[in-house]
C-alpha cells in the first residue's frame, strides 16, 4: 500500500490538473511495483479522473472502481443508479464512461445537493465528524433519487460516505464502491480453485 496525502492530491484537484494527480498515482504505482505487487487499486473515487494519465503509462495493470461497481450492479439487476461522491466525482464521467457501455443510467445530484455532499464529505467525514444533519441530508437526496428519477440502487462513491450511509439507514440498496473494489482485488489476487 502507497498513498501520498490527500493534501497533496487537493493541491492538483483544486487547480484541476488531472495529469498531476495522474503523475502521483503513477509515484505511487512505480514504487508498488518495484516492491512486488502484481495489480493495482485506487480506493478513491474522485481520483479516477485522472485514470486515463494512468493506465497507458502505469507498470502495473489497474483495477477501476467504477469497473467494480458496474459489474455488482449488472449481477444484482440493477438498471438505474443515483450517483454520490464530491462534486468533482459526480461532475465527471468516471462513472458514465463505465456504466453507458453496460446498459446502465445514472442520475446525478442537483447542482445544490452536489455543493452539499462535496461539502459534507470534505468538511465532517474526512475529520472523522458524523452528525445526524448529515445522515438526514443524504437520506432525502437517495429519497429523491428513488421518487423522482426512479432510481433502483445509489452508488455510494466516496471512500468515506459508508462511514455514515448503508442498507440499514438507505431507503435504495448501496453499492458501496470502496467494498467492491476490495472484493475485486481479492478475487483477481486469489483466483477461486
Not at 480506493?43 to 507498470?59: G, K, L, M
Not at 463505465?98 to 452539499?116: A, I, Q, S
Request: glycine letters at 6%; a negative charge; charged letters at 25%.
Amino acid at each position: 500500500m502507497h498513498t501520498h496525502s490527500l493534501a497533496e492530491y487537493m493541491k492538483c484537484i483544486d487547480r484541476g490538473d488531472w495529469r498531476g494527480v495522474g503523475d502521483l498515482m503513477l509515484s505511487s504505482a512505480n514504487k508498488l511495483a518495484q516492491c512486488g505487487a502484481d495489480l493495482l487499486i485506487c480506493p478513491d473515487n474522485t481520483i479516477h479522473q485522472a485514470f486515463e494519465f494512468v493506465s497507458t503509462r502505469s507498470p502495473l495493470p489497474w483495477l477501476h472502481i467504477a469497473d467494480s461497481v458496474a459489474d455488482e450492479a449488472k449481477r444484482r439487476g440493477f438498471r438505474r443508479l443515483g450517483l454520490t461522491g464530491t462534486q468533482w466525482l459526480v461532475q465527471s464521467d468516471v462513472y458514465p464512461e463505465r456504466f453507458t457501455p453496460r446498459g446502465l443510467e445514472f442520475v446525478r445530484p442537483n447542482p445544490d445537493e452536489r455543493t452539499e455532499i462535496s461539502r459534507i464529505i470534505m468538511d465532517e467525514l474526512v475529520y472523522g465528524v458524523f452528525k445526524p444533519e448529515a445522515v438526514a441530508y443524504f437520506q432525502q437526496v437517495i429519497s429523491r433519487f428513488a421518487d423522482e428519477n426512479a432510481c433502483d440502487a445509489v452508488v455510494l462513491g466516496c471512500t468515506e460516505i459508508p462511514l455514515i450511509m448503508n442498507d440499514a439507514n438507505s431507503r435504495l440498496p448501496t453499492l458501496d464502491s470502496t467494498r467492491l473494489l476490495a472484493r475485486a482485488a481479492l478475487r483477481q489476487a486469489i483466483p477461486d480453485p
